[in-house]
């Protein structure tokens, strides 16, 4: 594919959110083609699962999650990623395929290799190009979700109720990608200062595109592509 695919990972709380819309203003301003995106979403039939996942009144069994987020990412994958990415776009996703590693794999136990088998189908064979994990411990994850809620006034998702050991395991999932796949892979520290960590990833990331030969494409309005969330 022509285009170019960066997706940003964590536990909760990482700002993962904040720093991929951040990236996308930052390369809309250099004039490449920019599309961001989230998972699970992406798509109408994404968001409907979505709210699934979230809505703490669901009770649902970890294979029963695992499915529905694949479901998800299959048609994130075919109605979005694979158009945009043939088109030439730099794809930016909130979340991808490493996060069912780390969430269904690591911290739900489901077996690995079923969850690597099922990403790579549902993903359509699409594989991020640059993923950026912003690292943050279980402790302060957990603190900063209740904050984030208090202060919005907002209750806790479903995965937002769980506990501390829940995303160590998670991020034991992150470490493990991380050791296999360094390249892909770049841990960056989420306990930095918000505007110090996007002038991190916004260097790596123009770097990157640099040394892969994608520069920004003339002639391309940044006003006219628009959010996807």
């Known amino acids: 594919m022509k285009g170019f695919f960066i997706t940003f990972e964590g536990i909760e709380g990482a700002g993962k959110t904040t ?15 920019v599309v961001l995106t989230r998972e699970p979403g992406g798509s109408p ?29 299959a048609e994130h994958a075919d109605k979005l990623l694979r158009p945009y990415l043939e088109e030439g776009y730099v794809v ?22 079923f969850v690597d088998e099922v990403n790579s189908e549902a993903a359509w064979e699409i594989f991020p190009d640059l993923t950026f994990y912003l690292d943050l411990t ?57 505007e110090e960590l996007h002038r991190k990833i916004v260097d790596s990331a123009l770097k990157e595109l640099r040394r892969r030969g994608i520069y920004p494409a003339s002639g391309v309005n940044p006003e006219t592509v628009g959010l996807n969330f």
């Open 45 to 73: 039939v994404g968001d409907k699962i979505r709210k699934i996942l979230a809505d703490p009144e669901n009770d649902i069994s970890p294979m029963t999650e695992f499915l529905l987020y694949a479901a998800a990412r």
């Open 138 to 194: 279980p402790e302060e994850s957990v603190k900063r979700v209740k904050l984030r809620n208090e202060e919005m006034e907002l209750l806790p998702e479903r995965l937002e109720r769980e506990k501390t050991v829940f995303f160590r395991k998670a991020r034991e999932g992150y470490m493990h990608i991380r050791n296999n796949e360094p390249a892909r892979f770049r841990l960056m520290d989420a306990m930095l200062p918000p």
């Open 19 to 33: 720093q991929a819309k951040a990236l996308s203003e930052e390369l809309l301003k250099c004039n490449f083609p």
């Open 92 to 113: 930016i996703s909130d979340r991808f395929m490493d996060s069912s590693v780390a969430y269904q794999a690591f911290a739900r136990e489901l077996p690995l290799s």
